[in-house]
């Protein structure tokens, strides 16, 4: 499985970003798609995820009503709608997979890694 994703970049306080996650391979192994990020000299953390089945979303505290995440499953792409952006939410962004077994939270758990996005928030 490869995961390419997109859309970071700079953005103001308060502003709106949009990633993208197309996955291209075995979807057994996207049953489970999300999304983690990594700010400087802190651990990497869990965002949100999604179940492709049942179309279950999990957020973190830090994002629940700020973040969206959503899929197209036709294309095996996840997204991640990030409004009301604070600079707390600086850091690289790294989209995930996983088959429908472990943890959903927890990053050892996931199999499949995209290259990371950066995403900047000015204040």
């Known amino acids: 499985v490869q995961l390419q994703a997109s859309g970071g970049g700079l953005v103001q306080a308060g502003g709106s970003l949009r990633l993208s996650c197309a996955a291209s391979g075995r979807t057994f192994s996207t049953y489970v798609m999300g999304w983690f990020r990594q700010a400087p000299g802190k651990e990497r953390e869990f965002v949100a995820t999604?179940?492709?089945?049942?179309?279950?979303?999990y957020y973190s505290d830090s994002v629940k009503g700020r973040f969206t995440i959503s899929r197209d499953n036709a294309k095996n792409t996840v997204y991640l709608q990030m409004n009301s952006l604070n600079p707390e939410d600086t850091a690289v962004y790294y989209c995930?997979?996983?088959?429908?077994?472990?943890?959903?939270?927890?990053?050892?758990?996931?199999?499949?890694w995209g290259q990371g996005t950066q995403v900047t928030v000015s204040s």
């Open positions: 995930a997979s996983k088959g429908y077994n472990g943890n959903l939270y927890s990053m050892n758990a996931y199999d499949y």
């Open positions: 999604s179940i492709r089945s049942v179309g279950s979303t």
